[in-house]
């Protein structure tokens, strides 16, 4: 295999308890699949500190940064993420963003934490720490994007990691100038609206993921937990999709990764 064709699973979560003991296993079983290496997301801030420290003991993971809304309930120390930023395994910030299917934490309370947060990565911005950003939005697309537009941050450096929505979101994020990345929810037969969405991304502004230790694809759909090497299915089902040889497809989304995270 070549870096140009060699995948890399954006987004998992490998400090997961579905993953301890496990990492070194992953990450072997994931290369031997033709996925050169993963980024395990950040949920908190505390967790930001975890996940730097698994990945400065594998070289082929990274991770990122940040409050996942549906964490905002726990205590938030913004100076982790100028300590894990600063690191050059950290390559992103996130996730972090709106959750309405859920009730809890309330969505005030993301909201609070969002601004936060938001206000933060305006900060190290301006001190010369810009990492782009993964984005958690599950139905609150109309209320994420108006607040996104109003900073300072660069609309090109952010990603809606787990696109599951339909071809309207789809536009309102284009329309923003946002990356879309698909997990193996594309491979559901239920999944139709998504799939349609999956029609209208430019190549260059996609990317693919396993949100790993959720959402397995299929054919491994009843596989517990989803792990980085079965992000392949991810990326065949989109190169079915659009009608592109799998090859080209991984190429190109090994491409839009480097050129995104720097990997």
């Known amino acids: 295999m070549t870096d140009s064709t060699d995948l890399i699973d954006t987004h998992c979560h490998l400090t997961f308890p579905e993953f301890a003991g496990k990492v070194s296993a992953t990450l072997v079983a994931a290369q031997v699949a033709g996925v050169r290496g993963a980024i395990t997301i950040s949920t908190s801030t505390s967790n930001a500190r975890e996940c730097l420290a698994l990945a400065k003991q594998h070289a082929s993971l990274w991770c990122s940064a940040g409050v996942h809304p549906l964490y905002s309930d726990e205590p938030c120390d913004w100076s982790a993420l100028e300590e894990v930023g600063s690191d050059p395994k950290c390559v ?5 963003g709106l959750d309405r299917f859920h009730a ?5 309370q993301q909201l609070t934490v969002l601004h936060a947060q938001l206000e933060e990565l305006e900060r190290l911005q301006a001190k010369g720490l810009s990492k782009p950003i993964i984005l958690h939005c599950r ?18 450096r ?9 071809s309207t979101a789809m536009r309102a994020l284009l329309d923003f100038g946002a990356m879309a990345s698909f997990t193996g929810v594309l491979t559901y037969k239920n999944a139709k609206a998504t799939q349609e969405a999956a029609l209208l991304p430019p190549l260059d502004r996609m990317m693919v993921e396993t949100d790993a230790p959720f959402l397995s694809p299929e054919p491994h759909r009843l596989e517990r937990p989803n792990a980085p090497r079965l992000v392949v299915h991810v990326a065949d089902q989109l190169a079915r999709l659009r009608g592109i040889e799998p090859l080209a497809m991984r190429a190109q989304l090994a491409a839009n990764c480097k050129r995104f995270f720097g990997i």
Request: proline share 8%; glycine share 2%; aromatic share 16%.
């Open 92 to 96: 992103a910030w996130g996730e972090l």
């Open 104 to 108: 809890q934490p309330t969505f005030e």
């Open 139 to 156: 139905d609150a697309f109309d209320q994420l994007i108006p607040i996104l537009r109003a900073t300072s941050l660069p609309r090109d």
């Open 158 to 166: 952010f990603v809606f990691h787990c696109f599951t929505a339909d």
